[in-house]
């Protein structure tokens, strides 16, 4: 595959309790229990690697990973790239403004605990963020347009992986 800056990469697992209760939220709101439960924003690709802003449980982070690796998690069908319907300007610029900000584990609690009170309510704002959270303030920042959050209804702090790659301002490739 050929990454370009802009893309959106999308990351399914369950080998943490957060990606299993963002599971769980995917099976019980979307009923697809393998929607993905990480997401990121390509913001520079170079011959080998690639780098990618996320969410990790150190904060908002800049990573680099392997081209040939991550070609390979996309056959495994762990991984899938994504790119917005409207041109992304400024990527690595505006996901810059986010790095050092701590991962927000208190959203993650409150995004399973909606399952069981269907109420929708975000408490960390851009105190502290989690990845399809800082995604969508990287994608609104470089497009002045897509606000997945305003999509669904819902706070910026409630945006799961699978409202981005589910989103209409979103195709995947």
Known sequence: MEFKK?????????????????????????????????VGIITKVEKTRVQIHEATNKGFVKSWYDIKWLNGRIKADVVSIGECKEKLTYVEQNADKYLGIGYGWLDIITIGLSLLTKFKFGLTGKNKIICSEAVNYVIYDSTKKINIA???????????????????SVRIL
């Open 6 to 38: 802009g893309q959106i990469f999308f990351w399914r697992s369950s080998n943490t309790f957060f990606s299993l209760v963002i599971k769980l939220y995917n099976y019980k709101k979307f009923n697809d229990a393998d929607l993905p439960t990480h």
């Open 150 to 168: 305003a999509e669904y209804g819902i706070s910026t702090d409630s945006v799961t992986p699978a409202h981005i790659y589910l989103s209409t």
